[in-house]
């Protein structure tokens, strides 16, 4: 008798329901000829599928199970916090114990907002230092993703400095034409643009350690001069650590420069 495949069945499903049968690109398999594989729980390290395979966890949720799975100390935390109720949407202490556990690690931190996804967080911090330094052009690079912000889905083309190329359909290039997107870790093409354009620029936003493109890491010399330009020219340095903060080291990727 033939095994059910419980996975594939479950996708059968998931595509009546979701665009493409899941809820992120990267959860799809298509482009590597496969089929997604349904989880149905997770232990420390390791993750199994609806039909019982084990397999090692590399990915932790993308990020936040870095304890690992069903790790007994969170559960109990967890536990006795929702016994109290699972959400308010309102103020509460443990939103300012957690900020101050955070601004502990982060002591550049004078304040913080919390939002719910990094796309909220990039496209909140884009408009401050829009707000704050009354200037539009933003200077993005290559092979960095900071969510699905239509200002910032941009790609490099050709030449030095692409303008208004939406790299996503459905993105009109009005809404693209202040960002500028540069070669990652190429200070010098950095330096000239700022030189032609430095009184246009609002903010610069980087992956300090660049996840999204096989993990590269930044030249110390990269990332110090973006610093010193900033200053220079009175822009905004947007270091997205959505993914490299609490991970790569405590405080944050800047702790290795």
């Given at each position: 008798m033939q095994?059910?495949?419980?996975s594939?069945k ?6 009546k329901?979701f ?11 298509k ?9 149905k ?7 199994y599928?609806l ?7 590399y990915?932790?949720s993308?990020g936040?199970?870095?304890l690992?799975?069903?790790n ?10 929702i016994k109290?109720?699972?959400s308010f949407?309102a103020p ?7 900020a ?5 690690i982060?002591?550049s931190m ?7 996804s990094?796309?909220e ?7 401050l ?9 933003i ?7 900071h ?17 208004g ?5 459905g ?5 693209t ?6 070669k990652y870790?190429?200070i010098n ?6 030189k032609k354009?430095?009184k246009?620029i609002?903010?610069v ?12 890491i ?18 905004i340095l ?5 993914m ?7 405080g944050?990727s800047?702790?290795?420069f």
């Amino acid at each position: 008798m033939q095994k059910i495949n419980l996975s594939k069945k479950a996708f059968s499903q998931s595509k009546k329901m979701f665009p493409g049968g899941v809820n992120s690109p990267v959860r799809a398999f298509k482009n590597v000829n496969s089929l997604p594989v349904f989880i149905k729980k997770g232990k420390g390290a390791y993750i199994y599928d609806l039909d019982g395979n084990k397999y090692i966890d590399y990915i932790g949720s993308w990020g936040p199970m870095i304890l690992g799975h069903a790790n007994k100390t969170i559960l109990k935390s967890i536990e006795k916090t929702i016994k109290n109720s699972t959400s308010f949407g309102a103020p509460t202490i443990l939103e300012t114990e957690m900020a101050k556990s955070i601004k502990s690690i982060f002591p550049s931190m004078e304040k913080m907002r919390m939002t719910s996804s990094g796309t909220e967080a990039t496209m909140s911090a884009i408009r401050l230092a829009r707000g704050y330094t009354n200037k539009d052009k933003i200077i993005k690079f290559e092979g960095c993703y900071h969510g699905h912000v239509d200002s910032l889905l941009v790609n490099a083309g050709s030449g030095a400095a692409t303008f208004g190329v939406p790299s996503s359909p459905g993105i009109p290039k009005a809404l693209t034409k202040n960002t500028v997107c540069l070669k990652y870790n190429d200070i010098n093409q950095v330096e000239k643009y700022f030189k032609k354009n430095g009184k246009e620029i609002a903010c610069v936003i980087i992956e300090p350690i660049a996840g999204n493109m096989n993990c590269v890491i930044p030249s110390k010399e990269f990332i110090k001069k973006l610093r010193i330009l900033c200053n220079q020219y009175k822009s905004i340095l947007i270091f997205d650590e959505v993914m490299t903060g609490f991970r790569v080291a405590r405080g944050g990727s800047p702790r290795n420069f």
